[in-house]
């Protein structure tokens, strides 16, 4: 069965192919005096995807007169179904952006002088293709690294075909927003690589372990239709959520209730909750024993004494999730970012294992394997694999370094020292839209086209149960002297010569996909009978998107019960910094807006309020109203927040929905370049992160860091749309008015 929304959305094949078929020429007559919001021509909408994160959204853009003028979901996509996040929205912020870089680019005096000259593409291509050329021909291919931010689709495959005929295995992903240990605990737990799909719109009870599902967790739009569907889709039946972190969240201020567990011990509560299904009796396999031997040590009242959850409360959430006929456990955020993040997210699916959900309706779905496209996440290395990149540029063993769409500068912490390493490298090219602190480091750089302007293909991860693609289509033409990325290798290869031409041959990224999908189409037969593959093509990309809904994953590959089991070990994460001299949890989280500062250059999601403070523009740090009446803090007090890596300052924000002893801060600010809206505008929390690791996957532990805090008794107001959370005598809170 095809998943193809064709013609019924009258939508063109692509810009070129819009340009092809002209309608008949019409003739305008000016309006003397035209309306304000009237501009003659006819609108169309083209359908691509979305790469303001990596959910894979498919979008439809509306353009009038060649220009982009408004961005939607696409109704037919299987993730976004017709909907959109802020971040989507803000595409045109990056089509249209005044800081865009409009031709190649060449560092005119020294790194980090920000001082670059135009020059021309072959210039450009002919430097970079020449010097990776020679050291082909040396043998010393090896000494070519390529970096980029999360790439699936065709255009990881052709990063990987480039690189693996050029002869170097160094192609590797970094994104501070990839979830790592979710991926390493779902191959210890469940033996898949993939992301599972998680049916939260089937489930009756949710229970969230710091996934901030409606806003930043894996794929906000699809997961916020679905807790729609949970909360009011069914007749006289309405699902329940509760959500577990140290700072209310969006998905939070959503639920029905909200705990804040001892920072790292989320995991170890989990284990709590597993023991008390398998004291209640609730799962009866025939690994039972295995498990209560296990979880023997978690009792309700040990727990409680490490979590600061009481045992009521405990015992009650394990008897509504065991009692819910659809019941479905998540983790994300803080508790998949401690030293003991794998061990806590397999905590977690030991929840799901125990109550029977997997392949159940509101439950979690195993994806069967994925149209078009290697294994997301499989190039991901994590800050281990970044550590060993800094390290080998540091010892000489990197030439070239290629990077695009990542900026680890801005992203790591400062003592992972990648910036300096970089300045060890003879040539660092950047393939980029925009100038950041990353591409200024760079001593050239290629400048992209925007993903409105480009073509390309998607498979969404974390899928949606059943085989889905999508295809990445120009919408209006380039604005600028850029190229899209897929051109610049395929560019590229041509100047490297040998026989990279000869097993890339395609003239254009257009070309490479176009091949692609013949090839997946040559390869599939079920529900594409009687249909050639040039209708297959063009209705694939009138729709945006393809897929088989008919198509389903079977039964995951189980571990044994010993493997799980054997994971749980270090349930409690480990801090950096001891207690008595960093009394603090530092509670660095992602926001909405600007995830891990890749949003911090769109002016409207720079001036969209922060839907948990209102705050807009720059940075805070949020204290809870007891801690800051302890420390006779008020809001605005500008604050040097200190940890064991370093310091900033901030103005304090007083928030209510934060743990006592928590001082947390929104990731994505502290720009020191990436253009006139984000450069210098408030701090970046990374700067304070102490390289603390998940060993299992190798990920930072971003939230495994302490922190204390002073007034510098300096004050700076801070910018938020709403007044203060105190009615101030003015009882607009009490109780209705019968006569109102």
Not at 501 to 510: K, L, N, V, Y
């Amino acid at each position: 069965m095809q998943f193809i929304g064709a013609g019924s959305l009258g939508v063109a094949g692509g810009v070129l192919y819009g340009e092809s078929v002209q309608k008949d020429v019409e003739l305008l007559i000016p309006q003397v005096v035209p309306p304000e919001d009237y501009s003659p021509g006819v609108a169309s909408w083209y359908n691509t995807v979305c790469n303001q994160c990596s959910a894979g959204c498919g979008i439809s853009v509306r353009i009038r007169e060649g220009k982009a003028k408004k961005i939607e979901g696409n109704p037919v996509h299987p993730v976004s179904q017709g909907r959109l996040c802020a971040r989507g929205q803000a595409g045109l912020n990056v089509l249209y952006n005044p800081d865009r870089i409009r031709s190649p680019l060449q560092n005119a005096t020294s790194r980090e002088s920000g001082s670059f000259t135009e020059i021309s593409w072959d210039e450009a291509l002919t430097t970079i293709g020449s010097r990776i050329g020679r050291l082909r021909i040396e043998g010393n291919a090896s000494r070519v690294r390529l970096l980029t931010g999360s790439t699936r689709g065709g255009l990881d495959e052709l990063f990987a075909q480039f690189m693996s005929l050029l002869g170097s295995d160094h192609y590797q992903q970094y994104d501070f927003t990839d979830p790592g240990a979710l991926r390493a605990a779902n191959r210890i737990a469940f033996g898949m690589d993939q992301l599972p799909h998680y049916d939260i719109k089937h489930a009756d009870y949710l229970l969230s372990f710091g996934a901030d599902y409606l806003a930043t967790w894996l794929s906000p739009v699809h997961y916020s239709l679905a807790y729609g569907h949970l909360r009011q889709g069914r007749d006289g039946q309405r699902g329940r959520t509760v959500q577990i972190e140290p700072r209310m969240s969006l998905s939070g201020a959503a639920a029905d209730e909200w705990i804040a567990a001892r920072p790292g011990t989320e995991g170890l509560l989990a284990l709590g909750l597993a023991h008390e299904l398998l004291r209640a009796g609730s799962y009866t396999g025939s690994d039972r024993d295995e498990w209560a031997s296990a979880l023997q040590p978690y009792s309700p009242a040990m727990v409680a004494a490490e979590t600061d959850v009481s045992v009521d409360t405990i015992v009650r959430i394990a008897r509504e999730f065991a009692e819910s006929t659809a019941s479905l456990a998540i983790a994300g955020g803080a508790t998949a970012a401690g030293t003991n993040a794998v061990a806590s997210v397999v905590a977690v699916n030991a929840l799901n294992y125990l109550a029977g959900n997997l392949n159940q309706p509101g439950g979690i779905f195993f994806n069967p394997d994925p149209a078009f496209s290697a294994a997301a996440g499989s190039r991901q290395v994590g800050m281990q694999g970044m550590l060993d990149l800094a390290e080998a540029m540091e010892a000489g063993d990197v030439e070239v370094l290629i990077v695009h769409d990542s900026n680890p500068v801005h992203a790591l912490p400062e003592n992972v020292r990648f910036r300096q390493a970089m300045e060890n490298v003879p040539l660092v090219v950047a393939l980029s839209s925009f100038h950041d602190e990353t591409t200024d480091m760079a001593d050239l750089i290629l400048p992209t086209n925007t993903y409105l302007e480009s073509w390309g293909d998607d498979v969404p991860d974390p899928g949606v149960g059943f085989p889905v693609a999508s295809i990445s289509q120009p919408v209006v033409a380039p604005l600028y002297d850029t190229l899209p990325v897929g051109d610049i290798v395929l560019a590229l290869a041509r100047r490297i010569g040998g026989e990279l031409p000869i097993r890339m041959p395609w003239g254009t990224m257009e070309e490479f996909i176009k091949a692609r999908w013949r090839d997946e189409y040559d390869g599939r037969t079920a529900g594409l009978e009687g249909q050639d593959f040039d209708a297959f093509w063009q209705a694939s990309l009138e729709a945006g998107v393809w897929g088989q809904p008919g198509i389903v994953a079977g039964d995951p590959s189980m571990p044994s019960s010993a493997a799980m089991i054997a994971a749980l070990a270090n349930p409690v994460s480990e801090f950096a910094g001891d207690e008595s001299d960093y009394p603090f949890v530092l509670h660095p989280y992602l926001t909405a807006t600007f995830l891990d500062g890749r949003g911090a250059n769109l002016p409207w999601l720079q001036e969209l309020p922060d839907p948990m403070t209102s705050v807009v523009y720059g940075s805070w740090a949020e204290l809870n109203p007891a801690t800051a009446e302890d420390l006779g803090i008020r809001e605005g007090d500008v604050l040097e927040v200190e940890t064991p890596a370093g310091s900033v300052s901030v103005p304090a924000l007083i928030f209510p929905a934060l743990r006592p002893g928590v001082v947390a801060m929104p990731i994505g600010q502290g720009h020191t370049a990436y253009g006139r809206y984000a450069r210098n505008r408030g701090a970046n929390p990374m700067d304070l992160v102490s390289m603390q690791i998940d060993d299992r996957s190798g990920d930072l532990a971003w939230a495994a860091t302490r922190a204390r805090v002073r007034n510098t008794g300096e004050r700076l107001q801070i910018i938020k749309t709403d007044g203060v959370t105190r009615t101030l005598g003015r009882q607009i809170l009490g109780p209705k008015n019968d006569h109102a």
